[in-house]
């Protein structure tokens, strides 16, 4: 058998211009309809149908829903925290003065005292909070972010308290640099007490 070594595209083409002249769109239509009407008794039935499993599956997710609620529950339900005044809280507005006054010193010991100190507020303010931990960084890292939108700059300010505490008068520490740690405690603090 010998092979054909091209295409016919004028035979193609002839076969689809049967098929066209060939294809009654009215003898397919009146199918259709007839179809259309021999299944209409059916499709209400079955419509009818669908319509009773889909209320009765509402229904029975929501009795589930009820009956499983508490199963889904937080147990733990968040404390919400509500800004105090420093009217309310004395004690904290007293000690942040004591810190002001210390940062606005010339004295570099007293930048590092303010930063020490501002950090023991921050201690406080934690414990206050209800964050458990043995330290500031164990209590920073028990927060979710969405509850402390600060806490990336208490963490910047107790990172340099860190630095401070354990190297001591090795540390470098310049003025800018102290009074930018003190604004990154006091924007956490401004987050839920006014200082």
Do not use: C
Request: glycine letters at 4%.
């Amino acid at each position: 058998m010998n092979s054909v070594n091209f295409l016919n595209l004028e035979y193609i083409y002839l076969r689809i211009v049967d098929f066209f002249q060939n294809f009654d769109i009215i003898a397919i239509l009146n199918a259709l309809i007839g179809f259309i009407e021999n299944i209409r008794p059916y499709t209400v039935a079955i419509t009818l149908f669908l319509f009773y499993i889909i209320f009765y599956t509402i229904i029975r997710l929501r009795q589930v829903e009820i009956k499983d609620e508490p199963k889904f529950r937080i147990s733990n339900v968040k404390k919400q925290i509500q800004p105090v005044g420093a009217e309310q809280d004395t004690a904290l507005h007293e000690k942040w003065l004591k810190v002001s006054a210390h940062i606005n010193s010339d004295d570099p010991s007293q930048w590092r005292l303010a930063i020490l100190e501002a950090d023991i507020m921050l201690a406080d303010i934690l414990e206050k909070m209800g964050y458990q931990g043995d330290s500031i960084g164990d209590k920073l890292k028990s927060i979710d972010k969405s509850d402390f939108l600060t806490l990336d700059y208490a963490w910047d300010a107790h990172k340099i308290r860190n630095q401070i505490a354990h190297e001591g008068s090795d540390f470098l520490l310049n003025e800018r640099e102290a009074k930018r740690v003190i604004e990154l405690y006091k924007t956490v603090f401004s987050e839920f007490y006014h200082i």
